[in-house]
């Protein structure tokens, strides 16, 4: 059973002078972790608005958990949890306070389901006094991430959950999102990190409005088009300037410690001892060149629209 | 090797109450670097760098910017640094012109120079049909770029950027990175907070903060050996994990 | 039934938890009732006082030397003519005039009636009240001096004309004013703020993502508002009747019964204005703009509404709160019952009626 289905949603705003989503299509399967990958400004929110039946598309049609989300907006509403990306909770209320006020809201208790956030809550019980607007950043997405889902839902939403958190508190978080996927839980999450691509099963590549691929995080990187290498050297900055003046290199992009590079027509291992030879000419030292799979943010960069 | 000190701190702690935000750190930053300036949520990132830009006095110990003390110049350290960050940028209902001469402006620089230089700008950037649109229609990488270029329009000694490439496409955050070396290479230090670690590896030297003390401080390949570890993530992983302050 | 009870102790919590507001709210009352019982109070020494005698005879001598006896007035003695006097008034150098008409003694003795003019400056009401009733009192005073010599009753009738603010606008009219603009304040601004904020934090998406009906969270939102205004409007007729000695002359019962439709509608208009606007600060500027000017332009306690254009004045109607400052001028001062002001308060329901329609109808399930 699909849980959630997107047909060819468009929607704009400004009477048309911003076009947030262009013909987006896509399925996500019961129970399946799925990630909408992409900068900000590319349409995720207003995916996931539109999703919530917080938003009308201009056209084309949604469904989610096989209810349609213009005509039947009432019982997607009681069958979701949606943690929007600005969402800060109520920063005078205290951590109880905000958690037994959205149980409330959402006609359960914190006791009825409390076996689903056990896990998260305990992170945060020992200060459930305290007010939220005085939690850390993870802490908060954590408190967040109990309150979408104190009412159980049958499909969680989450708009860009780890923005603004460390990478700790990102790890954890993405550990408590699988447990709640072993629960059955649909799970449609959002990020601009594009590293955290790889812990969901499957991804979309969005970038303006447009889908560039839906797939599983590996086969979007099978399908890397073109054999990637990293290369590095002692002084990384020059080299990258010296990569781009190279008329075999088709694409270099800095990765970290080393330069993710294609070569143009292949990359023979001529053309590759020619580079080398080059660069130690112009002074690089300590270069080393070996093929590398692509990351996902290979894939990104190598999908966006020139 | 005898560089020029730009930041110097010695001690340097904040205190909110019983709450010690930031504990004696001590570090120099040098002319031109790229200071990478990591940490948990919490660990005492802001609080550091308020101080540091003389927004916030210390509770105690020494710190020096660009040569000024933070406690008696702040007005003077204020004229000597750019700072950006990525929720206050610029102003969305002006044009990017008025916003350029706004920045300009306020630093004190005169018509012709800011119309020179932005000019200059305008070109570097490849915006030269921009200049009259409202900011606030430019796309999220493109203001990032001119933010950027905003901090750094008074040629400030230093420069403070508070995570600048949140939610930035991949291409345009490596755009990005590639502003932020020719300003260190025009000798503009550099100290940027981050939470992508692969970012991290582009600074010429990194610090990390937990529990508002710095627990270590050292080139990126350094600290990699150090931890034993084959990324960035992994070394930040390592010494964020064991911070016992969580929920501040 | 329970999940709304929740909702509102919630939105009780952020009330109470927000000092400074409550500060604020609870503070402009007391200091707006406490400032106006002292700007407005009614000892009087030495006032200034243009003596334009055109009798100069025995009678008006007499007047004019008891009324600078008591130490009360300071008599300007001196040839004035009309422009003269008009001036005085007009340069403040004078806050009220005595005119004697010529042949005063003449008139008392042989036509046994004669009149003196009283000219008060009532752009300060109460002292140019208080100046006439004593300059009254002593006129009256000559009066029996003069009737117990001559056996016959002989009256002298003091003419007052009140200039600048001829309806004596004062203290009296300044409680009505001040409830219709506290309670108008409190409800629409605190409303539409606190209902903005929500949007601005992103818990309204999370709200309306949720079997909770929409309109209940608004509601919600307004209940505390309504109590909080019930309470202010306690404290303010407390301290009108301790405090400026003001009593309650009509049905408590009707006062209040009137303000709680005043106040649904001032919350209904909150509710309004937060449907229309996305920021705080809009919410801010629209309902102080938005209310507060038309409030103390239009209710007719600081400007009399008849001396406005024809224009203004049909605008007035459509001002809520003078409906309501009319109701409670008439149940509290003069304890008129509800027989006397049901038309006002048919309007007052009708606008009630249709600002509750307006923002229900303005009220969005989604976001845009």
Known sequence: MKDVVLEHITKSYNKGAVRAVEDVSLEVDKGELFGLIGPDGAGKTSIFRILTTLLLADSGSAAVHGF?????????????????????????????????????????SIQENYDLIKDIYEHIEPFKKRRAGKLSGGMKQKLALCCALIHRPEVLFLDEPTTGVDAVSRKEFWGMLRRLKEQGITILVSTPYMDEATLCERIALIQNGRIMSVETPDNIIASYPHALYAIRSENMNALLHDLRRAGEVASSHSFGDHHHITFRAGGEEAVQQNLLQRLREAGHRELSLQPIRPTIEDCFIQQMPA | MNREIVIQTERLSKHFGDFVAVNEISFEVYA???????????????????????????????????????????????????????????????????????????????????????????????????????????????????????????????????????????????????????????????FVTTHYMDEAEYCNRLSMMVDGAIKALDSPANLKEQYRAASMDEVFYEMARGAQRKAD | MKQFLTFVRKEFYHVFRDRKTLLLLFGMPVMQIVLFGFALS??????????????????????????????????????????????AFREGKVKMAVVFPAGFDDDLSHLNHAQVQLIADASDPNTANTLVNYASAIIMDY???????????????????????????????????????????????????????????????????????????????????????????????????????????????????????????????????????????????????????????????????????????????????????????????????????????LILVFITVLLLTMSARTFKNRLA
Not at chain 3, 177 to 204: D, H, N, P, R, Y
Not at chain 3, 325 to 330: D, G, T
């Open chain 1, 68 to 108: 349609d989300v213009v005509k039947d907006f009432r019982a997607i509403r009681s069958r979701v949890g949606y943690m929007p990306g600005r969402f800060s909770l109520y920063q005078d209320l205290t951590v109880e306070e905000n958690l037994s006020f959205f149980a409330t809201v959402f006609n359960t």
């Open chain 3, 143 to 345: 009066q029996r001096e003069r009737m117990q010599a001559a056996a016959i009753p002989v009256p002298v009738s003091t003419e007052v004309r009140m200039i600048y603010n001829p309806e004596l606008k004062s203290v009296t009219n300044f409680v009505p004013g001040v409830m219709a603009l506290i309670l108008l304040l409190i409800c629409v601004l605190m409303t539409s703020v606190s209902i903005v904020k929500e949007k601005e934090l992103g818990t309204m998406e999370v709200l309306l993502v949720s079997p909770f009906h929409p309109l209940l969270v608004i509601i919600s939102k307004a209940v505390p508002y309504f109590f909080l205004s019930l309470i202010n409007l306690t404290v303010i007729l407390i301290l009108s009747v301790t405090l400026m000695g003001m009593p309650i002359a009509g049905s408590l019962w009707l006062l209040y019964g009137v303000s709680s439709i005043f106040i649904m509608a001032a919350l209904s208009l909150g509710l309004f204005i937060s449907n229309v606007t996305h920021s705080q600060e809009a919410a801010m500027l629209i309902s102080l703009l938005g209310m507060l000017i038309p409030t103390l332009l239009f209710t007719g306690f600081m400007f009399p509404i008849e001396n406005m254009p024809l224009p203004l004045q049909v605008i007035s109607n459509i001002v809520i709160s003078k409906w309501y400052y009319i109701i409670v001028k008439s149940v509290m001062i003069k304890g008129l019952g509800l027989a006397a002001v049901w038309k006002e308060t």
């Open chain 2, 32 to 190: 031109g670097e790229i200071f990478g300036f990591l940490g948990a949520n919490g660990a005492g990132k802001t609080t550091a760098m308020r101080m540091l830009c003389g927004l916030s006095i210390p509770t105690s110990g020494q710190a020096r910017i660009a040569g000024y003390d933070v406690y008696k110049n702040t007005e003077d350290i204020k004229k000597n640094i750019g700072y950006m960050s990525q929720k206050f940028s610029l102003y969305e209902d002006l044009t990017l012109e008025e916003n350029i001469r706004f920045f300009g402006g306020i630093y004190g620089m005169s018509s012709r120079q800011i119309k020179a230089k932005s000019d200059a700008l305008v070109e570097k950037l490849g915006m030269e049909n921009e200049t009259k649109k409202l900011v606030g229609a430019l796309p999220l990488g493109w203001k990032q770029k001119i933010a950027f270029s905003s901090a750094i329009f008074h040629d400030p000694k230093i420069v403070f950027l508070d995570e600048p490439t949140g939610g930035v496409d991949p291409i345009t955050r490596r755009q990005f990175w590639d502003l932020i070396y020719e300003a260190a290479d025009r000798g503009i230090t550099v």
């Open chain 3, 42 to 87: 009614n000892e009087i020494k030495n006032a200034r006082v243009a003596v334009y005698d055109l009798a100069n005879d025995a009678a008006s001598r007499r007047i004019i030397e008891k009324m600078e006896g008591g130490g009360k007035f300071e008599m300007e003695r001196k040839a004035w003519n009309r422009e003269g006097v008009e001036q």
